[in-house]
């Protein structure tokens, strides 16, 4: 007998999924957002739910020509994915929790700062996984504001921030807008870096691959006002025969940043799967490096609240501070 194809399974997720965007999606648009996150749904059925007005961005429709902004709200409607099952929905109570009280920095009524460990995104994606938020709202059920006051990569390691009080979030983010927040990473690169101290300052451009992933390259165009200038201060911490250990304060916050600005230097940070070399990581990765060598190290600022003056420490995770005793040697 011929099997009908309308008698094929069809799974669902029975509610809405909200999605705040953050600084990787920003400008992408909008259905290339979608295919990117919702991988196993046919791109026609993504195109459906655009045309039927079914996915809105902070509460609106929106045709395929939209391109996202930060903090847009994108409601994603329950998916019907035929043919395959859908990805299980991964619940946070899943998810391993306990390193959240270990990595706690600073706390206080207002603000929480963690050492983020690499490999977690900071926020999910689709609500098909969940990141440090999320997975700090369900460690803390009864706290009544939890908000991201910044992003960092998903393969970094370092020092987040979340407010607990939106007036914290508030200043927060006017602080940063005014760079009154000072940030050092420490990072190894590849090649011997020989200035005790060099600025840069590069042009970058935000671009997007057929896959939809963002990109962001150096550029000279100073004509398009979508490229943004960025400023970061280098010092030289140690050289490792063919590696070095440097430690950056960022002046600007990119996208990206210390990574295309090394790369275009020639010097990648180790294990970079984006801007790093690629061939060269996979020998790391026999020299137990699995990660990215990136890591948000310092914070320092005035709190939000009380304007005491407040300096955070993250200490370098362990993998990299055997990967660097095993250079040092």
Not at 69 to 95: C, F, S, T, W, Y
Not at 103 to 132: C, M, Q, R, T, W
Not at 260 to 277: R, T
């Amino acid at each position: 007998m011929t099997q009908n194809t309308n008698t094929k399974n069809i799974f669902s997720h029975e509610k809405a999924t909200f999605v705040i965007v953050d600084e990787a999606s920003e400008t992408q648009k909008i259905d290339n957002f979608l295919l990117k996150i919702l991988k196993n749904v046919p791109k026609s059925h993504i195109y459906k739910i655009l045309r039927s007005g079914e996915v809105r961005v902070n509460k609106k429709r929106v045709d395929t020509t939209y391109r996202l902004q930060i903090d847009d709200e994108v409601r994603i409607p329950p998916i019907a994915v035929e043919g395959e099952r859908a990805p299980h929905v991964i619940e946070p109570k899943q998810q391993q929790t306990a390193w959240l009280d270990t990595n706690v920095i600073f706390e206080d009524d207002a603000l929480l700062a963690i050492n983020k460990p690499s490999g977690y995104a900071v926020h999910g994606g689709s609500g098909l996984n969940f990141g440090v938020i999320e997975l700090i709202r369900h460690a803390r059920p009864k706290a009544k504001f939890l908000e991201l006051v910044h992003r960092i990569d998903r393969e970094t390691s370092g020092i987040l921030l979340i407010a607990k009080k939106r007036s914290a979030l508030v200043n927060m983010h006017d602080m940063m807008r005014h760079n009154r927040i000072e940030k050092k990473y420490t990072m190894m690169v590849e090649g011997e870096w020989t200035d005790p101290k060099k600025t840069v300052e590069l042009l970058l451009k935000k671009t997007f691959t057929q896959g939809g992933e963002r990109r962001v390259n150096v550029t000279e165009d100073e004509d398009d006002s979508q490229n943004q200038m960025s400023k970061t201060i280098f010092y030289l911490k140690k050289s490792l025969g063919p590696y070095t250990l440097l430690e950056a304060k960022l002046i600007t916050g990119r996208t990206h940043q210390l990574r295309v600005q090394l790369a275009h230097l020639g010097f990648p940070i180790l294990g970079d799967d984006k801007y790093g070399d690629f061939s060269l990581n996979k020998v790391l990765q026999k020299k137990g490096l699995k990660r990215m060598f990136l890591h948000a190290f310092s914070m320092k600022m005035k709190h939000p609240l009380t304007e005491e003056p407040l300096e955070l420490k993250a200490p370098l995770p362990r993998e990299l501070d055997a990967f660097l005793s095993q250079q040092a040697i």
